[in-house]
């Protein structure tokens, strides 16, 4: 009985990695915005596995050992492709959504050798002092878009940051009502550079989803 009801909550995307191994992201049928995976997520998710990140015949492995954050995780997509490259990696979102991001991290445990994964709970604003000291990665994708909550992402983003850790923030561009005010509001207390899509996943691009890596001024 448990395990239908598990069905009908729950369906599935799998998000290919470039190993030929998947991801496997239990989405919820009914809920709030971080229950889905959304397109920004996916070309960060194959952004992190482009060669200038991770390259096994170079011997390249930018993650390996890294310590990232991801804000706003929701599915846990971006922080899992992280932790089966080697990162150790904590996911975050809203207490609602803890659920939904165990149940990932399960699911796809046996991808992550090297790495490591645990998700917990951040609300934007609040302490951050459990999750220091300050780490190398911060992955955020489409977190820009509610106007109330960008002075807390910023406030939080800042609070966490150090002098050396690169943020890698991925939003599709929403041209109607207050979301082109929105974006500007965030991106003016960053130092912001725009990753050209040449440089993306050849197939997870689209000329709306935007890549930045940013870093707080001073």
Known sequence: MAADIDKC????????????CALK????????????????AIVLAKYLETRQF?????????????????FGAGTGVVGLMAATLGAHVTVTDLEDLQP???????????????????????????DV?????????????????????IVPL??????LSGPETCILCCYEQRTEGVNPKVEQQFFEHFSCKEIPSIEQDPEFS???????????KG
């Open 100 to 126: 939904l991001l165990r149940i990932n991290i399960h699911e796809n445990q046996a991808l992550i050798s090297s790495g490591s994964i645990t998700a917990k709970v951040l609300k934007w604003g609040e």
């Open 54 to 70: 991770y390259d096994p015949q170079r011997g390249v492995n930018v993650w390996a050992g890294k310590s990232v954050v991801e």
């Open 25 to 40: 992201l239990k989405q919820c049928y009914l809920g709030d915005v971080g229950c889905v995976v959304w397109d920004a």
């Open 206 to 216: 689209s000329p709306d989803i935007h890549i930045l890596h940013i870093q707080k």
């Open 9 to 20: 909550k729950y369906f599935t995307r799998e998000i290919e990695k470039n190993d030929g």
């Open 129 to 149: 002092s459990g999750f220091l000291p300050p780490p190398r990665y911060i992955l955020m994708a489409d977190c820009i878009y509610y106007e109330q909550s």
């Open 154 to 159: 910023v406030e939080s983003l800042k609070l």
